[in-house]
Structures are given as C-alpha cells and as structure tokens.
C-alpha cells in the first residue's frame, strides 16, 4: 500500500456534484479504471475520517478504508466502467460492503473473486405484505412477536423445524426455490416475485465441499445471527403512489413483513473453500493484486466456474432459507389471526440479494457488453422495462428492499434508467456499519439498547441479547441518510417508508 | 361434373385435362379411346378398330359392346356417367400397377388440430389499400425519411428495416409525441401478454403442486418452538 499524507490522498479524490466522488488512477497502484462513490455530506464526512485515521502513524491491521478499498477494485484485471462505491459504503473482506464491479467476460483475464460477494452469499430481503392494519397488530403485538420467534428457529447454531434430509438439501441446492415450491411450501406467485426467479440455474451442488453440506442442512430454515432478522413494519410514508400500489401497499399503517437472510454457515463455508482454491490459481496464473484479501480466480479457469457453480448452490440455498421463512411467517400469522395467509393477502411483494455475482448485459460506451457483476452489499435495481423485472414491475422499475438496523426504518425504494447507466442497476443494501463489531460491544450496553426499543413502542425477542449491542442503531450509519443519497443520485427512487413494531433477531 | 373428370385426366396424365369438354361428342369419343389405348388396354389393338372410328354411325354400338365387355354397372347410365366409371376404372388399374408408389401417398386432411381460430390479431383484418393506412404510412415514413413510393406496404417494410438497425430515428420535436404515443401503447400490450402469460405459468405450477407437495407443509410443521 501507497503510504502518503492525508492532505496528498485527497489530491486523487475529486467531487464531481453533490452526490458524488471521482477516485482517480493512482490512488492506488495498477488501477485500471477509476473508482466513484456516492455520499451526501454526513456520509462524506464518514468516508473521509475514515481514511485520515487510516494515515495516522501506526495505523497497520485492520482492514483498509472503504475508499482504498474501492481503487484496489478497480485494479483488478479485466474489470470494466469502473468500480462503485454505494452510500453505505463500508471496510470489509477485501471488497468494500456496499462495493459493486463488473468483469468483462470476453476478456480471458478477467476475474471472479469470492470478496466481491462476501460470505453471506445471497444474503438478501424479502418482504411480505398482509391486508391487516397496524390497529389490527397493536393489541396482540407481543403475542405476535412470541409467535414468530417461536415458528423461525434465530440464534447462532439453531436448526430448522422444516424437515430435510441429506437428499433433500442436495435437491435444494440445485432447484432453490423451485424446491421448496415443489415441495409446496411457497406459492407459485412468490418465484415470479424474486430475483432471478429464485433459482440460479448453473448452481452444481457436486462442487459443494461435504463440509459446507455437513454444516448447511441442520441449518436450513433458520434466521440466524449477526444483523439478520425478520421485523414486523407498518407503511410511514408513501413517496410514491402509483409504484407503491402495484406492489400493493396502499395506505399508511399496512402491516408487512421483512425477513433479511442469507446462506448462513453453507454460504461462508462456500466461500472459505473457495479462498483456499484461489490462491492457488492466483500464483499459477500469476495474477497480480493490491490486497492479499482479492483473492480471485480467472473466470474461464477451473477455480473460477467451481466457485461460480458452488456460489449458485450458496444462492439457491439463501432462497429456499427465505421461502422456508416466508412459510413459518404465514403459519404464525395465520394461527394467531385464525385466518388462512391467502386471506390475510400474504404476498411476497420482492425478495432482493445483495451478497451475489451475476452474469448481466449492460451497454458500455455503446456497446453491449456480457459481464459478471459482483454486488457486495450492493442491491440490483433495474428501470422499468427491463426484461429481467417481473411483469408487475415492469412500469415501477425492480422494487429494492432496503433493510435498516435494528430499531430504524426501512425503505423500499425502485430501479432507475439512470442508475442502469452510472451504477450497472445497483444501489445501497442497508444502512452500513459505522462502528465496528468489537467497537460496538465496548461502547454499548445491551441492556440500555433494549430499554430503548421498547420506549420506541418496539417489541423485540432476542435469542443472544448480549449481541444486541453489536446491531444497536447507533452502531450503524443513518439509513436515512443512505437512502436520500440514493435517490438525490437518481440511482434508485424512494417508493415507501416503512417503521418497525415488532423485531425477531438472533 | 366437368371438374372431377378434370381431376382424374390430371391425375392419369392425359395431354389436355383443362380443355375437355364432355358435352363435345367428338371430344367425348376421343377420351374414351384414349383411355382404352392408353390406360384400361382390355382389348387388342386390332379389336379397338370400333373405337378407333370415332366420326363412324358405328361407334355407339361399339362404344355400348366396350362397356358391356367392361362390365360396367353404368351401361344404361348417362354419358357422362358412363365416362365417370371409365375414368375411375382407369384409375384404379393405374393404382394396381403401383402399388408400393401410390401406398405412401398421403391425402392432405383438412386442419382439424385448430379448427375455428379466429385471428386476435387486428392486423390481420388490417386495410391496406384504405386512405387511412396510407395517410398513416407516408406520416411514419417522412419521420423516419423513407422516400415516397407507390406501395405502402413496400415502404412500411422499409420502415421495419430502420426500426431494426436503428431504433429511434431523429424526428423533429413535434412529432415526438406521435412516435411516443404508439410505443407506450406497445408496452402496455406486451406487458398485458406477459401477465397472462405469468399468469398461466402460475396456474400450471398450482396444479403441479398438488401432486409434489408434500402433505406435511399442510398440517404439522414438526416441532414449533424450542
């Protein structure tokens, strides 16, 4: 790594407009495009701190600034347009979280790298709606939440209550949802609401390591840990009507569902696995990068289809995890309402990924390239018409499912035209980490975090409350602030406003 | 009448199936001979001399002689009558002489698959020659500069062509919103087709479904809670 003054750095940063950064080559050595990023004046001011503690003397270990680790991106070989910095923008595995880059994939050089998707593959959001109003919900609201920490199984190491087998985890793996719809657990009209329809089709569950199996099929249904959790919400605000109705949120108070999962322990079995290949193939092709942590392999190279095909297994996983959920809400409403879930309207409205690459066409420069786009904490949002979107949401653009820390609103937010061109269709996932794990745990305490929530009028069922501080809001950047700069940006459109009532958590 | 024993002249090769008339006498005898020297053969050539004579007074007689050595079930039929059982008579040795040629020959059966499919598709009962379909031609052709030209639908073929290459010809502000109107129009029905057709996809799944799933997703879910 370049070691230069604060003062020097900031001479290869440039703010283009109010919304966004220009990285320029040099920032970091052998860039091959230019990095952006995009903030608003409290973000920036995050971003920049960052980096100036990251050259004070004696800052080593760690993991580097966002905004280094964004140029280290852009270094990599064959990547394309140039390397995205969303707003919520934060250190992680090698990739930033909130990073997105495309890779040209008619160039034989260029690369797949399991840091640009992060651990959590295909850890996503989905949301469900219901007819009920928040009026409805208030007076059985704990009883509610009781329910639904009872129905999905939370907390490090829990199991599932839906019953697989070795079989049936290897059929999941390579159906995804198609599984769990087979086997009659999600409604048909929930595959045309997901991304990609549910089911990544070149997932090979032969690549899979027995380990990664081993540790994925007790886990199969379960929440899990960390920032994940199902929230009860109510619609706050509409900004926009016509995008809002099609999805079928309506008027203020609506009750939905939010379930934010991943692949769990088989998602970052997978992709440890696939660190150990990449090193190899890295010194055999001789691969040159600015991180030890971008390990990454030739995307025509054995290394790299494995961890492709292995990386859909991962994805599908995420998907039948969700729609497993999605099951498990609909039974613990259902129950308490005594009403059957058809009748409460429980839709899936759209279930997003923000941990995947994916094989996309963009136009670059005029032309139309194929490329493999890793979004890491990163969320696709085409415009409208694009024939990828389901036929819903075809006029609104792809409903982004923005998920805020725990205790804070979440958004739902649509794909623009202009964010196809500036950002290849990707926008924020969430709020964004602003202190770290450890940092967390030493400035908080759990118990002031809870007291809080619940002066908010938040029911809150927590399976290991002593990582709670870890997710407190004050942990994390302001979602507000994330979302408007998405949409003062033009890259997404805020559609609605969504304040939580009740939180599931690990 | 005339029709089918143009058919079965076709069909047997003779040198003039479309100009025969049957009620021409003389047309008429020389068809039959013509079958008989050609096609039936039931007599030897020296015995086809009553035949041969078709402007004699004899030739009736020996016409009746033929058809009575023939066996036909039609000798106190019309004339035409008479010819029609010559003709299929004719026919049918022609087939038995061909048999493995004639077996795999297959009759073109009525579409019976798709039987009353009315076109949806206004297009199809579009006018082409109607002023309205010209007018509206020459306008998207001076958008998108295609040159005037007798037939309509020869320059509506060009316009496809530059729709192809090149989807959004330069059109002067004005017009905008006639070239914009038209495709709004155009999603909106391709998007109507594409939820039908979801929706279909989704009715196929259910049905599917109540085959594969598996009965416990209905009742118990093993254990809740912990």
């Known amino acids: 790594m370049v070691v230069r003054q604060y003062n020097e750095e900031l001479k290869y940063l440039e703010k283009i407009n109010p919304y966004c950064w220009k990285i320029k080559k040099g920032f970091q050595p052998n860039m091959n495009v230019e990095g952006v990023f995009y903030v608003n004046n409290t973000l920036e001011k995050l971003m920049l701190d960052e980096l100036r503690n990251s050259c004070r003397p004696g800052m080593t270990g760690g993991f580097l600034p966002g905004v280094k680790q964004i140029a280290n991106v852009a270094a990599l070989p064959g990547i394309v347009g140039k390397s995205v910095g969303l707003p919520d923008v934060h250190s992680g595995y090698g990739f930033a979280i909130g990073n997105m880059a495309a890779f040209d994939t008619s160039d034989p050089t260029s690369i797949v790298s399991p840091g640009g998707v992060g651990f959590d593959i295909n850890c996503g959001v989905r949301l469900l709606r219901t007819n009920l109003h928040e009026k409805d919900v208030q007076p059985i609201k704990e009883q509610l939440a009781q329910s639904l920490f009872d129905h999905i199984p939370v907390g490090v190491g829990s199991k599932g209550i839906i019953p697989m087998n070795a079989r049936d985890l290897e059929e999941a793996l390579e159906m995804g949802m198609d599984w769990s719809l087979r086997e009659g657990y999600v409604w048909a009209e929930d595959k045309e609401h997901c ?149 409460l309207d429980m839709h899936v409205i759209y279930d997003v990924s923000h941990n995947v690459a994916k094989i996309e066409e963009h136009v670059i420069d005029g032309k139309l390239k194929t490329l493999l786009v890793h979004r890491k904490g ?104 994330v979302v408007n ?20 958590k690990g | 009448m005339s029709n089918i024993f143009k058919l079965k002249l076709t069909a047997l090769g003779h040198p003039n199936p479309d100009g025969f008339n049957c009620e021409d006498e003389k047309e008429y005898r020389s068809v039959v001979l013509w079958l008989e020297d050609q096609k039936i053969r039931h007599y030897k050539i020296e015995e086809r001399e009553g035949l041969r004579n078709i402007d004699s007074e004899q030739w009736k007689k020996a ?164």
């Open chain 2, 63 to 226: 016409y009746n002689t033929y058809q009575t050595d023939l066996v036909s079930p039609v000798v106190q039929g019309t004339p035409n009558e008479q010819l029609n059982w010559l003709l299929c008579y004719a026919v049918r040795l022609e087939y038995a002489d061909n048999v493995t040629k004639y077996k795999n020959a297959k009759v073109e059966e009525p579409k019976k698959a798709a039987p009353n499919v009315v076109s949806s598709n206004p297009l199809d009962n579009l006018d082409f020659s109607s002023p309205a379909f010209k007018a509206g031609v020459e306008r998207i052709c001076a958008i998108a500069g295609v040159g005037p030209h007798v037939d309509p639908k020869f320059q509506l073929a060009a316009v496809a062509k530059i729709l192809k290459s090149a989807p959004h010809p330069d059109h002067p502000k004005s017009e905008v919103n006639m070239v914009h109107q038209p495709t709004d129009v155009q999603k909106l029905l391709f998007i109507q087709d594409l939820r039908d057709l979801q929706t279909k996809i989704n009715e196929a799944l259910v049905a599917v479904q109540c085959v594969t799933a598996d009965p416990r997703t209905d009742t118990t879910l093993g254990r809740v809670g912990r």
């Open chain 1, 485 to 504: 700069t998405c949409h003062a940006a033009g890259i997404s459109k805020k559609t609605v406003k969504l304040r939580p009532i009740a939180v599931i």
């Open chain 1, 195 to 343: 991304e990609e329809y549910g089911r990544m089709l070149n997932a090979d569950p032969s690549k899979v390591s027995l380990r990664a199996k081993k540790r994925g099929l007790p886990q199969l249904g379960t929440l899990g840990a960390g920032n994940h959790y199902a929230e009860i919400q109510v619609v706050d605000e509409i900004y926009d009507k016509f995008a809002a109705g099609k999805m079928g949120l309506e008027r203020l108070g609506q009750v939905v569902v939010m379930i934010h999962s991943g692949s769990r322990g088989f998602g970052h079995q997978v992709a440890t696995d696939a660190l150990v290949q990449m090193e190899k193939a890295m010194k055999r092709d001789q691969i040159a990068v600015n991180d030890r942590q971008l390990a990454c392999a030739r995307i025509n190279s054995v290394e790299g289809q494995n961890y492709l095909k292995s990386m859909a297994a991962a994805a599908n996983f995420a998907w039948v995890n969700r729609s497993s959920m999605t099951f498990l809400t609909r039974q613990a409403f259902g129950k308490q309402f005594k009403m059957a879930p058809d009748d």
């Open chain 1, 378 to 481: 990163s969320t696709r949002a085409f415009p409208p018409h694009h024939p990828l979107i389901p036929v819903d949401y075809q006029l609104t653009g792809q409903p982004v499912l923005i998920g805020g820390s725990m205790g804070t609103c979440s958004y739902v937010l649509t794909g623009t035209h202009q964010g196809m061109t500036e950002t290849f269709g990707s926008t924020c996932h969430g709020a964004g980490r602003a202190l770290s794990r450890a940092k967390s745990r030493r400035n908080l305490d759990y118990k002031e975090v809870l007291v809080k929530l619940e002066e908010m009028g938040i029911s809150i069922r927590v399976a290991s409350p002593k990582l709670v501080m870890e997710e407190a809001p004050e942990s994390y950047k302001n979602v507000t602030d």
